[in-house]
């Protein structure tokens, strides 16, 4: 090996070590998000279950409405409230976008 390549050969294991941790710090910070919007995830594939078949939010809303308990009828008014926000601002955005 002439003395030319010895650097350079050091540099490029250096570079694909350290490629290898940033590969793996990535996939630590991806998981992290992962485990965390799965909520959001969740609410959303049941806001899209519900647009797809409104049948679905007709029969959970009159099963809230025969709930006499005030706090469901409460975050069911909040989630309500949440849903028309939701509505709202993704029709802004995408008026913007064109």
Do not use: C, Y
Not at 50 to 77: D, E, Q
Request: no cysteine; charged share 25%; net charge positive.
């Amino acid at each position: 090996m002439s003395s030319r390549k010895a650097p350079i050969l050091r540099r490029r294991e250096w570079l694909v070590s350290q490629a290898a941790d940033q590969r793996s710090e990535i996939t630590f910070v991806a998981s992290e998000l992962q485990r965390s919007f799965r909520w959001v995830d969740m609410g959303f594939a049941v806001g899209q279950a519900l647009r797809t078949h409104p049948r679905l939010a007709i029969a959970g809303s009159s099963l809230l409405l025969r709930v006499s308990n005030s706090k469901r009828l409460l975050w069911a008014g909040r989630l309500f409230t949440a849903w028309e926000l939701f509505n709202l601002v993704r029709s802004q955005w995408s008026q913007r976008r064109m």
